[in-house]
Structures are given as structure tokens and as C-alpha cells.
């Protein structure tokens, strides 16, 4: 199944990003969680590569165990860190042969200890040209990719930041989805800019609910996403509960979704960080109020 036939404004489906482990006992850990999310039938599942290809074995392991022993199309992220063409090349005939259809293509972010990004000899600089590459090896990938309603960290300006999406999805993108969101009107805004531009490929909205104050404060300061006053002040308020963490996670994350989904998004991506329970709540008060 292509990942671009399911993604449809009158019938959006729902999706599932897990990480791999760096443990036996996390994998264990994570394929109990896919067990406990399937019933939620999603559209499909993906898992991200980790720094320099450190997972890549693990990810191509995961996917194709997710979609052979579960029915669940699955989708792996390949990053351009740390590879060659030759490195990719086989990445691509591992993926292939394991009837893997669909591909999250991305520049990837720095090794660690590294302040910026330098290819490899024989690598590739940008997503573009990995898109490009996968498109010119005659390989029948669907291909998706990543966007930044709020400008990625490195651009200049979001309007650069746009120039370069656009040149990804002429190379050859099928889809794409977003970083995390917390305030749907960047969402919003990012879709008018980019159909304005000429990308009119899906734009699928990615959403992590809140469910640790910690975690949400680092994952903002690196990727640039804005917390709403409202929202980062109620934060502030149960910081030390747990539960009311999750509980207030869940509320806005579950009032970001029905207004996407009222609003004709294609689907919903949900960043898991390998967890079910925040995500399952979301889904089922999702499909018991349509």
C-alpha cells in the first residue's frame, strides 16, 4: 500500500512514529506497544532512523517485522548522515526486498559532538538530492518527507525554509509531514504558504501529545516549536503531577485534532516517543465523536 492512496481529506487516517530501542528488552517493549495501538487501525506506522545511522539494522529490522507480523503498512525513515551513495543503495535493496513500499526521506540531524552538518565523501548535503537519488535508481518507494510550519532551526527565514521544500517535492515527494505543532493556526498559515508556492502534495499535521514537562521543554528548545501562552502557563501550574501533565497533554492535543479534522487534513501523525496510552485516549475520543 502507498502511504500517498491513504491520505485523504473525506477519510483521513491516523499514524503511529516510533523510535527504535537501543535494547532487546525495548524492542520487546516497543512491538508490545504497536500490539496495543493496532486495534486503533492505523493507516500505517513509521520508525525514524537514529543519529548517523546508528539504528539503521534496528529500523529496517522493526518495519519489516511490524509489517509482516502485524498487516501494518510500515514506513522507515533514511536519513542521508553517514552514508555514501553505495551505503544508501543497499539500505534501498534491504528495504525493497523486504516489500517495504514506503520511505521517509530526510537530511538527518548532526552525529552527536558535531555542531553542524557535513556529508560524508560520496554523500548527500540535503534531502533533495536523496529524494533525487532514490527517484533516478528506478527504485517504486512512495516517498514522504518533512516540513516545519514554523521554519526550520537552520533557515534563514521561512520563506527559504519553503524554497526548500519546494525543491524537495519537485524532486520527486509524494507527501509530507509536519514537525511538531502546538498551536494549529501555524499549521494553518504553513498550508496556505506552501499551496501559494505551487507544493500540493499532502501536508499531513504531526502531533505529539504533552505527557512530560521535562520532555517537552527540550524537544521545543531544539526544534523551535512555540508552546501557547495559555497552554505553557497551565504546564506550569501541575509540573509536579504526572497525571495532570498527561491529562492536560491529552485535552489539547485531542482539541488540536477534532479542529485539524474539521478543517479537511488529509490525516494525523502522532509522535508516540514509543508509548500507547496518550495516544490511544486521543484516537478513541477521536472516532467516538465522528
Not at 557535513?118 to 514522504?144: H, K, Q, S, T, W
Request: glycine letters at 8%; a neutral charge; charged letters at 25%.
Amino acid at each position: 500500500m502507498k502511504i500517498r492512496n491513504c491520505l485523504n481529506p473525506s477519510q483521513p487516517c491516523f499514524s503511529f512514529e516510533f523510535f527504535p530501542p537501543k535494547t532487546d528488552a525495548g524492542v520487546a517493549s516497543l512491538l508490545r506497544t504497536v500490539e496495543e495501538l493496532a486495534p486503533l487501525n492505523p493507516g500505517f506506522v513509521s520508525v525514524t532512523y537514529g543519529a548517523g545511522g546508528s539504528t539503521r539494522d534496528r529500523t529496517v529490522d522493526l518495519v519489516t517485522h511490524i509489517k509482516k507480523h502485524t498487516g501494518i503498512e510500515a514506513m522507515a525513515h533514511l536519513t542521508c548522515v553517514g552514508h555514501d551513495r553505495d551505503e544508501l543503495r543497499d539500505v534501498l535493496r534491504r528495504l525493497d526486498a523486504a516489500r517495504i513500499e514506503n520511505l521517509l526521506l530526510l537530511r538527518g540531524d548532526p552525529p552527536q559532538g558535531q555542531q553542524t552538518y557535513e556529508p560524508v565523501p560520496g554523500g548527500f548535503r540535503y534531502a533533495e538530492e536523496l529524494v533525487r537519488f532514490v527517484r533516478e535508481e528506478d527504485f517504486n518507494f512512495c516517498l514522504g518527507g518533512a516540513c516545519y510550519p514554523e521554519g526550520h532551526v537552520e533557515t534563514a527565514s521561512r520563506e527559504d525554509d519553503l524554497k526548500h521544500l519546494k525543491a524537495k517535492v519537485d524532486a520527486g515527494m509524494d507527501f509530507v509531514v509536519t514537525q511538531l505543532f502546538f498551536d494549529n493556526a501555524f499549521y494553518f498559515d504553513f498550508v496556505e504558504r506552501a499551496r501559494r508556492a505551487g507544493i500540493n502534495v499532502p501536508i499531513v499535521p504531526g502531533i505529539m501529545p504533552i505527557t512530560n514537562y521535562e520532555q517537552v521543554q527540550r524537544f521545543t528548545r531544539m526544534c523551535g516549536a512555540t508552546v501557547p501562552m495559555r497552554l505553557a502557563l497551565q504546564m506550569e501550574r501541575v509540573k509536579d503531577q504526572p497525571d495532570a501533565v498527561v491529562q492536560l497533554g491529552v485535552a489539547h492535543a485531542t482539541v488540536q485534532c477534532m479542529e485539524l479534522l474539521a478543517r479537511g487534513v488529509p490525516g494525523i501523525h502522532f509522535y508516540t516517543l514509543n508509548k500507547s496510552p496518550a495516544t490511544r485516549m486521543i484516537v478513541s475520543a477521536l472516532r467516538a465523536r465522528s
